[in-house]
């Protein structure tokens, strides 16, 4: 069965530092990896997908199939990224969709 | 990308007692999805609606504890029947987009005591 991991509950940078959130699957198959964001108090959204290959608010993430990996990396955080980020995988039938524990990030002023 | 109104946002319910959630979206789609986050938890997908046919569950929920109706291609509700405390959660409906990913609706925090 597929199975995404994201290691840290938590991550703290401070403004202007590079941030990387780290995801980890597990499938057998092709995969199509995304990064939600959650803002406080508002709803799960989109962050970016792979198959786009763009980046949305500074954010990218690139799949590494060889290390089974789908990193979200910022190169200077700002406060406003503060959030839960969750990632999530759907496998190649588009039937099944899994998501991570999520991450919180909290950018420090 | 869609735009899904859920309701309602949060309540709190005796246990014993059911609540069924609604999820309204402003354009056709074939295929609704709810989802519950327990606290401390990821989310986790319950069932997947299609529109005309039996919802489709997961390992470990059933219909009789969530019956789910999906009466046209725009509205699916989801009821949770005879609450316990363990079922209090976040439980958000999802839609698919072709082309711009899944979105969700704002959530509905239940708490059951």
């Known amino acids: 069965a597929q199975r995404v991991t994201q290691p840290e509950k938590l991550l703290s940078v401070f403004k202007g530092a590079p941030v990387e959130l780290k995801c980890n699957y597990s499938?057998?198959?092709?995969?199509?990896l995304f990064w939600y964001v959650q803002y406080s108090r508002q709803r799960l959204q989109l962050l970016l997908r792979?198959?786009s290959r763009e980046s949305i608010k500074g954010f990218t993430a690139d799949l590494n199939k060889g290390e089974t990996s789908f990193h979200l990396k910022k190169p200077f955080a700002q406060e406003e990224d503060s959030a839960m980020y969750y990632c999530?995988?759907?496998?190649?039938?588009?039937?099944?969709?899994?998501f991570g524990p999520g991450t919180r990030l909290s950018v420090l002023p | 990308s869609a735009v899904i109104s859920q309701k309602p946002s949060r309540d709190i319910c005796q246990r014993g007692t059911s609540l069924t959630i609604q999820c309204q979206v402003d354009?056709?789609?074939?295929?609704m999805f709810w989802y519950r986050q327990q606290p401390g938890q990821s989310l986790t997908l319950i069932a997947t609606?299609?529109?005309?046919?039996?919802?489709?569950?997961e390992s470990g929920f059933v219909i009789d504890k969530f019956p789910i109706s999906r009466p046209n291609l725009t509205f699916s509700t989801l009821t949770v029947s005879n609450m316990s405390p363990e079922d209090s959660s976040i439980y958000l409906c999802?839609?698919?987009?072709?082309?711009?990913?899944?979105?969700f609706g704002s959530g509905t925090r239940l708490t059951v005591v």
């Open positions: 999802s839609v698919e987009r072709t082309g711009t990913g899944y979105t």
């Open positions: 499938y057998s198959g092709s995969p199509e």
């Open positions: 792979h198959i």
């Open positions: 999530a995988l759907r496998d190649n039938y588009g039937q099944n969709f899994v």
């Open positions: 354009s056709q789609v074939t295929m």
């Open positions: 609606a299609n529109q005309g046919s039996e919802a489709t569950y």
